[in-house]
C-alpha cells in the first residue's frame, strides 16, 4: 500500500495508565485518537491504589493530572462503555465497529454534582470497591472517578425493570439524565491498533486452602488496596469485619503461582507496600510476609524492601500454606524454609494473586486476528525482541494484557508502541 | 491605562446558587474599584455561557475577567479560551473558586457567602496585576544524537532515521553491538544472538540518514529541547572536533559488571577458573569452554548475586543468564555437574519461570545459601557456604562463574556531566518520573535507555529505545515550532548580588551565571516555572511570570484581610 493511502488514525483499546500515555503521546504527534473503554471511567487498576511503590506517591495525584488533559485533548475521541465488537482489514487500513452503550447521562450537560445518586432508591455492591462498599444504579465507581459524570446501570435500575421511578431526573437540574439515549454502534477507520486492556487477578475461591469467601478478613490485595484508599469505603480505616482493629496480619505472595506457572512480577513489591499501609494506620500491628523467592528487581527496589524491613516486618520463607479457621482465630499453617511444620494465629490475611489477562482477552484476540500465549496473555511476536509486537502487523500490545508487570514497564511498553507506529510512517 | 474589570459569578446550577447568597455577593463586590460589570450566569462553562462572556467582554471592552466558579482544574482552560476568543490576553484572567474550596465544603451559608466575597476580592486584586504574557515559537532541529552503539542505542537510531531526520550515532569503541556481541544466545528464546544483531548493523551502515561515529565521544552537547549543539571528538586521532546541531539526544551508554575483587571471598583474580559471567560468555562464543590447564570442567558452580550487598540493589538478570549458562554448560559438556547457588531466584514475567524449569530438567543444581565464599583446594575451588539451615558444607568444582552485580559504565559520570542530566546513588541515569515518565530525564529532549538507566534484559532494552524514539517522534516533529512554558521565572539583573543559589536549586539547567556581570540568567526556553528558583534566592531577584510577588501578595492580603 502506498503511504499516502495509510490510514494515520490509531484505535486505543482500554483507558488504563498505558492506553492514556499512548492516546497523549499520539495527540501530541498530531494523531487522531479513538480511545475505547468498555467501563465508564480512565484510569484503569491504577487509580484503586492510594499509592505506589517504591517512593510511596499518591497514585491519583499522579494519574489524574494526565486524566484531566485526556479528557480535555482535542485529538482524542474517549469512548467509554464501549467495546471493540470488530476488526477487519490490515496495517494502514482497519474498518472497526464498536458498540458503545448508552450512559443515559448526557456528558455535555452533567457538571458531576452527584446530586442524582441520593434519591435512588436501589443499593447493591459497588464492583469498583470489590464488592466492600455499596452503589446505587445511578452512580460513578468511586469519588474522584474521570470522567466525573455518573452512568445508570440498566440491570438494575427500576425504570428499566418497567417500573416508573424518575427519582434521578427530578434531582438534575441540568436536564442532563435521559433515559432514551440508546446503544449506538459506531464505525471507524484507523491504521494502527494499540491494545492495553489490563489484567486481572486470579480469584483466590480457586484454591480452597487459602480460606478466601470462607473465612471472614481473608482479603485480596485488591480488596486491601481499597481498604486502605482514603476514597474507598472506609475511608482508609483498616478494620476487621466486626469493626474492630487488626492486630496481626499475615500477608501471603505467591497464591496461584504454582497453578499459573509464572511469577507475576509486582506481588512481593505491593506486598511490602502494604507492610507501610498497615504500620502507617496502626503502628503497633504485627506483619508476617509469608514468601518463597523475593523478586525485587531493579535500581531502587532493594532500597524499598530495606526501608520496609526497618519497620520490624516478620519475614518468613515458606511453603505448604494452609489458611483455617480455629475457633475465632484464623491459623496460618505452613512449613518453613527447611520444611518444619509452623502456625501463625493472625486476625486478618491479605492474599497476593497472580495477575492474570483481562477476561476480554481471549474474545478481544479473536476479534483482532492476533495471537495469545499458553497462559491467555497477548503473544508478543519475538520474545528476544520488542515486546509490543503483536502477531498481526499493525496491532501492538501494551501493559497487563501482554504480560503481568509493574506501572513503569506498561508505560514504557505504550511509548514504544507509538514509537513503532509513528516510526512506520515517518 | 484604564481598568476595566468584569466579574462573573456562576450558579453551577443549585451547586453554588443553593449554598452562596449570590446577589449578596455581587451587591458587595461591585463598589471595588475597577470593577465595570458584575452579573451573576447559571452555567458558565455550558455553550451558552461562554457565548455570554466572550459577549461581555466585547461589549464593556473588558481588560480584566475574574469568573467565580468551580476549581481551575475543571475549566480555568476553558476560560482562557473564551478569552482568547474574545481577544483578550488569557493571562488577564482569573478564576475564584467557590464550588470546592467553598460551597461545597461550608455548610452555614452567611459563611459560605462571606468565603465567597473574600475569594472573589482576592481574585480581582490579584487580577489587575496580571500581565499579558504571549506564547512563543522557536524553530527545532529534528535530527537526534545516540549516544552508545550497543542494541539500545542500534534500535533507537533505526527507529528515529528517516529522510527528515538524521541520526548521528556515536559509539566510543571501533565497533557496534555493545555488550551483545559476546553473548552466543539470548534467553529466553535462546536464538543466536549474531542473527540478531548483523542484521540490524547491516541496516544501520546501509542507512543513508543514520551516520556512525565509532571510536568518537561526545564532548560537548548544549543547549535544549530542539536545538542542542554537539562536539564529537576521535579517541584514537588528533582531530577537530565534528560540530553538528540536534534537537534531542538518547543516552544508550550501557553497562559494565562489579569487579568482584572487591568482594575478596570469591576469589576472583586470585584462583585461576574463577570467571565473571562475561569471562565466560567470551570464552562460550569462542567455541570452548574449558579450564586453564586446557582439560574440559567436569563441574561447575554459578555463584549468583555477587555485590548485591555492596550495591544494594538486584541486578535482575542474573538468574536468567545463570540459567542460560547452565544450558551453555549442559549443551556442550553433557556429564558436567552445575550447581547454582543463589540466595532468591528472580525470574519475574510470564516467559521466565518455564525457562527455570526447563533448565533443572536437565540436571541442574539450585542450592539456596549465604556466606558463600570460594578456597582453593589442590586442583580444585572449593565453594564454601552455609545452607537453608545455616549448616556450613562445601562443595568441590573444576570452574566458578560468578554473576556480578550491573554498574553503569565508568563514563556515565562524565556524560551525566556533558548533557546535565543527573545520576541516581547508583551511578544510573535519573529519569524525570520512575512510573509515568520512566525514559525521559529532567532536561527536556534527552532520554535515557537501556542498562544505562537500569538493569533490565534485551527485550526490556529494546522497548525502551522504542520508547524514546515514540517521545521523541510525537514531539520533535520536523518542520513543527515548539512552543516553550510561558509562566518562566526570570532574574533580574539589578537585584541579583551573584550568589548562585538558584544554580544549586534549578532541576533543568534552566540558570546560567554571567561570569562578566556576575549575574544568573534564566533561559526562557529551558525553565518550566517551577519556581525553585525564587523561592531559595536571598535577594528576591528571580521571580515567577504570572506567580510575581505582588500578585500574590495582593491575592492574600485581601483572602486575609
Aim: net charge negative.
Amino acid at each position: 500500500m502506498k503511504e499516502k493511502d495509510q490510514n494515520l488514525d490509531v484505535l486505543v483499546i482500554g483507558a488504563g495508565i498505558a492506553g492514556i500515555e499512548a492516546s497523549l503521546m499520539l495527540s501530541k504527534a498530531d494523531r487522531k485518537v479513538h480511545l475505547v473503554e468498555k467501563t465508564s471511567y480512565t484510569g484503569g487498576t491504577t487509580i484503586k491504589f492510594e499509592e505506589v511503590f517504591s517512593n510511596m506517591e499518591c497514585s491519583t495525584c499522579m494519574v489524574a493530572p494526565i486524566q484531566q488533559e485526556l479528557l480535555q485533548d482535542k485529538n482524542i475521541n474517549l469512548l467509554t462503555l464501549s467495546e471493540v465488537e470488530e476488526v477487519k482489514g490490515s496495517s494502514g487500513d482497519f474498518t472497526v465497529k464498536i458498540n458503545k452503550k448508552a450512559r443515559y447521562v448526557d456528558m455535555d450537560n452533567c457538571i458531576g454534582c452527584n446530586a442524582c445518586f441520593e434519591p435512588c432508591p436501589i443499593s447493591i455492591k459497588n464492583e469498583f470497591e470489590e464488592g466492600l462498599s455499596e452503589r446505587k444504579a445511578i452512580y460513578v465507581p468511586c469519588a474522584g472517578a474521570l470522567p466525573n459524570v455518573p452512568m445508570i446501570d440498566t440491570d438494575n435500575c427500576l425504570r428499566f425493570k418497567g417500573k416508573k421511578c424518575t427519582a434521578c431526573q427530578e434531582a438534575c437540574m441540568f436536564e442532563a439524565i435521559n433515559y432514551n439515549q440508546k446503544d449506538e454502534k459506531l464505525g471507524l477507520k484507523v491504521g494502527a491498533i494499540i491494545v492495553a486492556t489490563g489484567f486481572n487477578i486470579l480469584n483466590p475461591k480457586n484454591l480452597p486452602k487459602y480460606g478466601y469467601e470462607k473465612i471472614d478478613d481473608v482479603y485480596t490485595a485488591l480488596e486491601f488496596e481499597r481498604l486502605y484508599a482514603s476514597n474507598g469505603p472506609t475511608e482508609g480505616n483498616i478494620v476487621l469485619k466486626n469493626g474492630k482493629t487488626p492486630k496481626n496480619v499475615a500477608i501471603i505472595h505467591c497464591v496461584g503461582r504454582d497453578e499459573k506457572g509464572y511469577c507475576s512480577s509486582v506481588c512481593c513489591l505491593y506486598s511490602l507496600k502494604f507492610n507501610h499501609y498497615l504500620k502507617s494506620k496502626i503502628p503497633e500491628i504485627k506483619i508476617s510476609e509469608l514468601y518463597t523467592d523475593l523478586s525485587i528487581p531493579g535500581k531502587s527496589h532493594q532500597k524499598f524492601y530495606e526501608k520496609m524491613k526497618e519497620t520490624k516486618v516478620d519475614m518468613i520463607r515458606t511453603s505448604e500454606i494452609e489458611v483455617t479457621k480455629q475457633g475465632k482465630e484464623i491459623v496460618v499453617k505452613y512449613n518453613n524454609g527447611i520444611g518444619k511444620k509452623n502456625v501463625l494465629p493472625v486476625d486478618m490475611v491479605i492474599l497476593a494473586p497472580a495477575i492474570e489477562p483481562g477476561y476480554t482477552t481471549s474474545k478481544l484476540a479473536k476479534t483482532l486476528g492476533i495471537s495469545v500465549d499458553e497462559y491467555g496473555f497477548f503473544k508478543e511476536e519475538n520474545p528476544d525482541s520488542s515486546s509490543v509486537i503483536s502477531s498481526k502487523p499493525g496491532v501492538f500490545i501494551v501493559g497487563c494484557a501482554q504480560g503481568a508487570k509493574n506501572i513503569q514497564d506498561s508505560v514504557s511498553q505504550a511509548s514504544a508502541a507509538v514509537g513503532k507506529i509513528l516510526s512506520s510512517s515517518k | 491605562m484604564e481598568r476595566k474589570i468584569g466579574v462573573y459569578v456562576c450558579e453551577c446550577g443549585p451547586n453554588i446558587a443553593e449554598k452562596v447568597d449570590i446577589d449578596k455577593v455581587i451587591n458587595e463586590v461591585s463598589s471595588i474599584e475597577d470593577v465595570a460589570v458584575i452579573e451573576k450566569f447559571k452555567l458558565l462553562c455550558s455553550a451558552d455561557g461562554k457565548k455570554f462572556l466572550e459577549e461581555q467582554i466585547k461589549k464593556h471592552g473588558l481588560t480584566h475577567l475574574v469568573v467565580a466558579a468551580c476549581s481551575p482544574k475543571e475549566h480555568e482552560k476553558t476560560f482562557m479560551e473564551v478569552c482568547e476568543n474574545a481577544d483578550m490576553n488569557p493571562y488577564l484572567f482569573q478564576l475564584a473558586n467557590i464550588r470546592e474550596q467553598c460551597a461545597w465544603i461550608t455548610e452555614d451559608k452567611d459563611e459560605a457567602t462571606k468565603k465567597a466575597i473574600r475569594l472573589i476580592r482576592a481574585a480581582i486584586a490579584r487580577v489587575r496585576y496580571h500581565l499579558s504574557l504571549e506564547k512563543k515559537e522557536i524553530e527545532s532541529n529534528p535530527d537526534v544524537l545516540v549516544i552508545g552503539g550497543g542494541i539500545a542505542g542500534i534500535e533507537a537510531s533505526l527507529q528515529l532515521a528517516s529522510t527528515k531526520r538524521n541520526v548521528y550515532l556515536v559509539e566510543k569503541t571501533s565497533s557496534l553491538g555493545g555488550l551483545l556481541t559476546n553473548f552466543e544466545k539470548i534467553f529466553p528464546g535462546m536464538k543466536p544472538t549474531s542473527h540478531i544483531l548483523n542484521e540490524k548493523i547491516q541496516e544501520i551502515n546501509t542507512n543513508e540518514n543514520i551516520k556512525v561515529f565509532t571510536d568518537c565521544e561526545v564532548e560537548e552537547a548544549i543547549g535544549f529541547f530542539g536545538n542542542f549543539e554537539v562536539k564529537v571528538k576521535s579517541t584514537t586521532e588528533e582531530n577537530e572536533p565534528t560540530e553538528f546541531n540536534v534537537g534531542a539526544v538518547v543516552l544508550a551508554t550501557g553497562s559494565t559488571l562489579f569487579n568482584p575483587e572487591k568482594a575478596p571471598q570469591y576469589g576472583y583474580g586470585k584462583f585461576d577458573n574463577v570467571l565473571t559471567s562475561l569471562d565466560f560468555e567470551k570464552m562460550n562464543i569462542l567455541g570452548e569452554i574449558s579450564l586453564k590447564n586446557g582439560k574440559i570442567p567436569n563441574s561447575v558452580a554459578i555463584i549468583h548475586c555477587v555485590g548485591r550487598d555492596e550495591k544494594g540493589y538486584c541486578s535482575e538478570i542474573c538468574c536468567m543468564y545463570s540459567l542460560k549458562f547452565a544450558r551453555y554448560l549442559k549443551e556442550k559438556i553433557p556429564n558436567v555437574e552445575v550447581s547454582n547457588f543463589y540466595s532468591d531466584l528472580c525470574i519475574p514475567g510470564k516467559t521466565d519461570q518455564k525457562f527455570y524449569e526447563q533448565t533443572k530438567e536437565k540436571n541442574v543444581e539450585f542450592i539456596r545459601s549465604s556466606d558463600v565464599e570460594v578456597t582453593k583446594k589442590e586442583d580444585q575451588l572449593n565453594i564454601n557456604y552455609k545452607d537453608e539451615n545455616n549448616g556450613k558444607k562445601n562443595l568441590l568444582v573444576d570452574m566458578v562463574i560468578l554473576a556480578p552485580a550491573i554498574e553503569p559504565t565508568v563514563d556515565a559520570s562524565k556524560i551525566a556531566e556533558i548533557t546535565g542530566i543527573s545520576q541516581d546513588e547508583e551511578g544510573f541515569f535519573a529519569e524525570e518520573h520512575e512510573k509515568i515518565n520512566p525514559v525521559s530525564t529532567s532536561t527536556e529532549g534527552i532520554y535515557i535507555v537501556g542498562c544505562a538507566k537500569d538493569p533490565k534484559n534485551i527485550s526490556e532494552t529494546i522497548v525502551q529505545s522504542e520508547a524514546a524514539a515514540g517521545k521523541i517522534l510525537s514531539s520533535l516533529i520536523p518542520g513543527k515550532k515548539i512552543e516553550p512554558e510561558v509562566k518562566v521565572s526570570h532574574i533580574s539583573e539589578s537585584f541579583c548580588i551573584g550568589c548562585k543559589t538558584c544554580l544549586s536549586v534549578c532541576s533543568y539547567g534552566a540558570i546560567t551565571f554571567d561570569e562578566a556581570k556576575k549575574v544568573s540568567v534564566v533561559n526562557e526556553v529551558i525553565c518550566r516555572g517551577c519556581g525553585n528558583c525564587v523561592a531559595a534566592c536571598p535577594s528576591g531577584a528571580a521571580s515567577i511570570k504570572h506567580f510575581k510577588f505582588n500578585q500574590i501578595y495582593q491575592e492574600l492580603l485581601e483572602a486575609v484581610k
